[in-house]
């Protein structure tokens, strides 16, 4: 009991992380029909910007964090406008290929400015568990974790249903033509699709690294390929669906290394559920539309 | 006599493909002007030409003494023209309520905006008893209204209509028909509409222009090729 108790609130705490970074994927889907391979350098290269403030600020996370944010939404702009934008949509690998390219040039520049060395992420709240009934819980950094995912959940959840800016976005990303024509600029509207996306995974980095090596070019691969499977899981079109995805995911692998005592398991798992998941239900578990093709 | 919007020596096409050639419209304004002919005629391309959803060639489209041809598609709305799609465009996924303020999104003028929703809730009785369903829990007719509707949240002065009849129940399409005309003769709306249901568009519109591949082949007054058996024969086949 007591190790289900461990395994469960562990793995709701890595599930909410990638539940935050299965939404910054479903973002991009949402406003540009790509999924976004770019998306885990992006976030790195914006927990780097945390890195060196925090590091020229005397340890300040809070001010790295804004950072991490600040440069998550400027660096979507960017990928956004200076290669994305002109990649076409009559062939679905262009973009992924192209968004492979932009994962190699960032882990480049990483590499190239801070080494290819883990470097420390710091945590801003303890990690030790509290103990409640004699069984350990949450600790102050898991809680921090929620809390944080919640307000980008709920954050997101304002802008889209009950902004006149949400709804814009929405109809550019159901209907660009008619959008177009009904006067939405919808080019502003994928780049700040970009923009909001990226900031989401930046935050989803932000919280994940202290809890894993640290920082490294290549920190995020895995947490990429896990989130991917929880937004698949849920559905590439649902921000729902993605945040239960994610934390589905995150409750399966803690079960699945957890009780057979071998964290070499999380890697298989994982594509075994997405595998599951591609074979079963294809447009996801939330998925209102009908399939399409990814 | 000059048109609101004037078209001249239009040639537009999708690539390598040529739709339009050399097409020459003149709209008055407060005035409707069906677009007739057969499927391939390049009646939907017009429309699009005029929008700029596809880029046009050669030629010249004037609105209200404006050059179209460097208005992005965007702004159009803002110059008062509004083009409801051929298939209606409804965005499924967004409520009947939301679609409409979709249409009245770019006005700064709220309290108008407000009104505007009144009205079409007023005149579109279906649309006001669905607010909050869906695009694709609407009927075909719903939809058309709902096309429509949002249209005219925006005010326009100019307003390009593709097909509002196709797969219509006749009661609804006059219904729709009532509406351009009540428009034309309130507000001084001025209509494109293209048209495949011949009668009902001829039965309210002031002029007729008959396109065939891409082509002009007949502008007259609509009461003309209403009532002159020959033209009809000739150009719209009834």
Redesign the interface.
Known sequence: MDRFIFLTVDGLSKGAVYAAFALSLVLIWRAARIVNFSQGAIAVAAAYMAYSVTMHTGGNYWLGFGAAIVGGLVLGVVVERTTMRFVGHERPLDSVIVALGVVLIIQAVLGFIYGNEFLPAAAPFSRTSMRIGGYAVWSPYDLYVYAAVAVLVSFLAYLFAKT?LG??L??SA??P??????????GRMTTLGWALAAAAGALAAMLVLPTELGLHPNAMDLVFVTAFTGAVLGGLDSPQGAVIGGLAVGLILNYVTGYAHNPNLAQPAVLAVLLVVLLVRPGGLFS??TARQV | MTGILEMSGVCSGYGPVKVLHDVDISVPQGTITAVLGANGAGKTTLLRTL?G?VRTTAGQIMFDGKDLRSVP??????LGI??V?EGR??????TVD?NL???G??RKDRADDARALTEVYDFFEPLARRRTFAGHQLSGGERQMLAVG?ALM?RPRLLLLDEPSLVLAPKVTAQIMALLKQLRDTQGLTVLLVEQNVRSALSIADEGVVMSLGRVVVTRRAEELRDDQDLRHAYLGF
Do not use: C, D, I, Y
Not at chain 2, 73 to 78: A, D, G, R, Y
Not at chain 2, 89 to 94: K, N, R
């Open positions: 006149k709804l814009r929405r109809a159901f209907a033509e008619v959008s177009r024509l009904l006067g939405v600029n919808v209102s539309a | 929008s959803l598609v965007e702004k159009l709305v803002q509004a083009h799609p465009g409804v965005v499924t996924e967004l939301e303020r979709l249409g999104l770019w949002r925006a």
